[in-house]
T-cell receptor, first 113, second 115 residues
Framework: DAKTTQPPSMDCAEGRAANLPCNHS???????VYWYRQIHSQGPQYIIH???NNETNEMASLIITEDRKSSTLILPHATLRDTAVYYC??????????????FGQGTILTVHP | DAGITQSPRHKVTETGTPVTLRCHQT?????MYWYRQDPGHGLRLIHY???????DKGEVSDGYSVSRSKTEDFLLTLESATSSQTSVYFC??????????????FGDGTRLSIL
């Protein structure tokens, strides 16, 4: 699975867009990029994932660069409840690696009033 | 939210005692996973299951065993608990429909303290 690099922390004003970057320069062609977040000591929450096209759902948008070496998670209108640790994960969707999501240190996003 | 229930939510026990954690799902998903989360280590996979009676080891499986006798339940057992197994344990599930890129969905965790 690809190694990912994220900034350790970011701040965002409530109501503004939060743009969380992730570098995955070693990602291979069949590896998806997944984003999760973890609020306090709750279980990780799935946000979105993608392979090479940009994706959008009710929670966020995922922008993947054309060379797939980096991506950005966008929370369009951040709220205080979006304060959490955000994890970017590269995962090989093929073979028998169903079992492994490798969580790094993530980015602590703090949304302030 | 995915229908995942972990029990108990909190447990305190003594070194050397057996402990079983239960993960119950109502989604009829094929895959189930047990992770542990510790400060400085993030989440680490203990064991996973890819079907009834089909399980495999993760990266930190020593000291743990699992069983899955029916689709909805995945049990994690610490045969003889040690203080190093004090942790927060998360269960996750994922489906197989639509390909192997299905995301995992996590339960709320079990906080286990071994004294």
């Amino acid at each position: 699975d690809a190694k990912t690099t994220q900034p350790p922390s970011m701040d965002c004003a409530e109501g503004r867009a939060a743009n969380l970057p992730c570098n995955h320069s070693t990602i291979s062609g069949n590896e998806y990029v997944y984003w999760y977040r973890q609020i306090h000591s709750q279980g990780p929450q799935y946000i979105i994932h993608g392979l090479k096209n940009n994706e959008t759902n009710e929670m966020a948008s995922l922008i993947i660069t054309e060379d797939r070496k980096s991506s950005t998670l966008i929370l369009p209108h951040a709220t205080l409840r979006d304060t959490a640790v955000y994890y970017c994960i590269g995962r090989n969707a093929g073979g028998t690696s169903y079992g492994k999501l490798t969580f790094g240190q993530g980015t602590i996003l703090t949304v302030h009033p | 939210d995915a229908g995942i229930t972990q029990s108990p939510r909190h447990k305190v026990t003594e070194t050397g005692t057996p402990v079983t954690l239960r993960c119950h799902q109502t989604e009829n998903h094929r895959y189930m996973y047990w992770y542990r989360q510790d400060p400085g280590h993030g989440l680490r996979l203990i064991h996973y299951s890819y079907g009834v009676k089909d399980t495999d080891k993760g990266e930190v499986s020593d000291g743990y065993s699992v069983s899955r006798s029916k689709t909805e339940d995945f049990l994690l057992t610490l045969e003889s608990a040690t203080s190093s197994q004090t942790s927060v344990y998360f269960c996750a599930i994922s489906g197989s429909g639509g390909g192997s890129n299905q995301p995992q969905h996590f339960g709320d965790g079990t906080r286990l303290s071994i004294l």
